[in-house]
């Protein structure tokens, strides 16, 4: 009788790949932390925290965000209020450039290093590009010199060059979840053109945010499938979503991710993305709560967004700030993020 084949244990593996190679995990791997049992999840934590101090150190990147143009977007993103498909209570607003320099200043007094001017466009026009040209040269004109990050769509291979030219640090464009999940999720484009745009961003130099959602259906393999595509476009900056189910939206009876399930992407994404900026973006209150948000803060997340995020109001920045005092975790000064 021959033996059974001794199980391997994905974290034991993970301990010398990830934290001592500081390589990610594979699509398989991967899957294999989503299906811990929860028991495990406070290890996964840990050796997810260890990793994310090894490779990319104790401190947080703070960012605000702002909305330049809210509202009737043509796309349809199953999941995004601001789509003018679907009848969500979101309506098209435009901020005016003093409103803009204003929130910027806010961002920079909460000690943030990156303020990201957002769009709800399928891509930028004419005038939304000359918006953020004036915004930027008056924020500057402010005497701001925070980073100023952009997520206005897809771009063409010219307005990437005018987004490097006006000085654009980064570039914001999510793949929002796994390719083979996509088509069910938004029809009006494709994750094909999204990638392209990442490719062009990349190209010409300015750093690749890329990130999505958990919670749109998507399968557990399909996590992790998500995961190991996002390593491979090898992103300064992750910024993980969960899906908060919002009226009007085709997803608005989903149900919001379970805390459990949300720590172990938490965990499972930081074993797979070992030396990127991992950013706790929206959801995390509805999906963690006060407590869970620290779990995640201590399990490898290493950014968050403070203040406003677009149309779902997260908690005030100061509670955020509190709690990265609470948990001794210096933020990151703008002089050391130049
Ligand atoms: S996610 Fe972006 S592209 Fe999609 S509908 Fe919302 S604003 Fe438009």
Known sequence: MTAAPEQVDVLGVAREQVLEGGVGLSEEQVLDVLRLPDDR??????????VRMRWCGPEVEVEGIVSLKTGGCPEDCHFCSQSGQFPSPVRSAWLDIPGLVRAARQTADTGATEFCIVAAVRGPDKRLLSQVRDGIKAIRDDGNDIQIACSLGMLTQEQVDELVAMGVHRYNHNLETARSHFPNVVTTHSWEERWETLRMVRAAGMEVCCGGIIGMGETLAQRAEFAVQLASLEPDEVPLNFLIPNPGTPYEDYPVVEGPDALRVVGAFRLALPRTILRFAGGREVTLGDLGAKQGMLG????????????NLGRPAQDDLDMLRDLSMPIKELGKAL
Do not use: R, S, W
């Open 300 to 311: 490898g997340v290493n950014a968050i967004i403070v203040g406003n995020y677009l149309t």
């Open 41 to 50: 999840i406070p290890e996964l934590l840990e050796l997810a925290h260890q």
